[in-house]
Structure formats: structure tokens, C-alpha cells
T-cell receptor, first 117, second 110 residues
């Protein structure tokens, strides 16, 4: 199946710093990528949908200035958590889609565990 | 009310048992349905798509009832390796968003 690479897998940072997470589709061009966060024992919550070459669409309640998304190419999307605080500690997962024509299947990265001290 | 609801479990079953999970969804514009599996601290992985006619993949059988907005997953002859959280996932028509349920945790014991 399609492979999505997410990096880093784990990051620990001090409060106030910014953290960038990369999501790459390795063997296909992803027209759309998604960013989720997941708290312990909770479901994945969609944060934003990113389309190559255009602005990301954020879900209600997600601060776009806090979570900067860039989708510069068909194989790379980045999420930057700006001025991270302890409450931003979570599991962030990206996924990539081939689009609505391909049964809406999303392929997930392995996730990034962010711990903000 | 959550868009996709599941019993969180855990379901603790012995090896070889048959176990069934249920899921209900509230958005009538839902058009595609999936079961994903998520192991602890890992990403979700697609287990199978779900069709109205019902579909089977080895020991796994999925069923969809559009009238009742209900999805099920049946696992036969449970293996220890089936222990995981099973996520019911719905796609809304004309979008490529996926809506996830909170998952049902399965623990298979020897």
C-alpha cells in the first residue's frame, strides 16, 4: 500500500518554542493531506485539511495562527506548532489522500508524539 | 451527540472467540464507511471498507445498515494479535474528510 512518512516521531521541547512536523507521501502524489491530533484514549480529531498550493482549511476551534500548515508540493505538508505550551502536548498524525475518486481512503503517517515541558 | 459513536469497551475475549463491535453514525450525508485498527501509540491502519451488501475479509466481516445508520464488525476465531482498538470511520459525501469514532478496545487473552 501507499506509504506516508512522518517526522519526527517524538519531540520534547520547552514551552514557547516552535516545532515543525513533516509529512511526506513516498510513492504517490497526494492531492490532499490531513492533520489530526489525538489525546490519550480519545479519538482522532481533524485539525485541518491541506491542499497543495492553497491555504489550509481549519476545523472549528483550531487556531490557524497557532498551527501553521504549509503544503508546498504534492508530496510534502508541514505542520508547525508555534509557541508551544504544555496543553499542546499530544499525538499529531498526518494522512494523505489520493482524492475522492479513490474511495476516500487515507494513508496515515506513524504520528508524532509532542511533549511540551 | 457525537457524529460516530462506539462502545469503548474493553472487550476481553479468549482466543478463538467470536466478537462483534457496533457503531452508529448521525450524519445522513455519510457515504463511505471503514473500519480502522489502531495499536497502542501507533497510527490507524485501514482494516476494511464497509459496503451495504456486507463484505468479508478472512475472519473479518463488516456490515452496513444505511436505514438504521449502523455499522458492525465481526471477528471470528480471535487471535492474540487482534488485540487493538477498532475505529469506526465515516466519510461525508462530497468531502474527503473522515470522521472517527472513539474506538472499541479489544483484548484477546490466551
Amino acid at each position: 500500500g501507499a506509504v506516508v512518512s512522518q517526522h519526527p516521531s517524538w519531540v520534547i521541547c520547552k514551552s514557547g518554542t516552535s516545532v515543525k512536523i513533516e509529512c511526506r507521501s513516498l510513492d504517490f502524489q497526494a492531492t490532499t493531506m490531513f492533520w489530526y491530533r489525538q489525546f490519550p484514549k480519545k479519538s482522532l480529531m481533524l485539525m485541518a485539511t491541506s491542499n497543495e498550493g492553497s491555504k489550509a482549511t481549519y476545523e472549528q476551534g483550531v487556531e490557524k495562527d497557532k498551527f501553521l500548515i504549509n503544503h508546498a508540493s504534492l508530496t510534502l505538508s508541514t505542520l508547525t506548532v508555534t509557541s508551544a505550551h504544555p496543553e499542546d502536548s499530544s499525538f499529531y498524525i498526518c494522512s494523505a489522500s489520493l482524492g475522492v475518486l479513490v474511495k476516500n481512503i487515507q494513508y496515515f503517517g506513524a504520528g508524532t508524539r509532542l511533549s511540551v515541558l | 451527540r457525537k457524529e460516530v459513536e462506539q462502545d469503548p469497551g474493553p472487550f476481553n475475549v479468549p482466543e478463538g472467540a467470536t466478537v462483534a463491535f457496533n457503531c452508529t453514525y448521525s450524519n445522513s450525508a455519510s457515504q463511505s464507511f471503514f473500519w480502522y485498527r489502531q495499536d497502542c501509540r501507533k497510527e490507524p491502519k485501514l482494516l476494511m471498507s464497509v459496503y451495504s451488501s456486507g463484505n468479508e475479509d478472512g475472519r473479518f466481516t463488516a456490515q452496513l445498515n444505511r436505514a438504521s445508520q449502523y455499522i458492525s464488525l465481526l471477528i471470528r476465531d480471535s487471535k492474540l494479535s487482534d488485540s487493538a482498538t477498532y475505529l469506526c470511520v465515516v466519510n461525508i459525501r462530497n468531502t474527503d474528510k473522515l470522521i472517527f469514532g472513539t474506538g472499541t478496545r479489544l483484548q484477546v487473552f490466551p
